[in-house]
């Protein structure tokens, strides 16, 4: 399923406010690439 716009948010939220993650790729692909 597509994510929902509140679900980015608040993934963009941690990465925003986390200090310790830089330099990361992060997938949004509901999953997909898990398979």
Do not use: M
């Not at 994510?3 to 608040?10: C, D, G, H, K, Y």
């Not at 986390?18 to 949004?28: D, R, S």
């Amino acid at each position: 399923r597509p994510a929902a716009p509140e679900e980015i948010t608040s993934a963009l939220e941690f990465l925003i406010k986390n200090e310790y993650i830089t330099g990361q790729t992060i997938v949004v692909d509901g999953g997909y690439s898990l398979v």
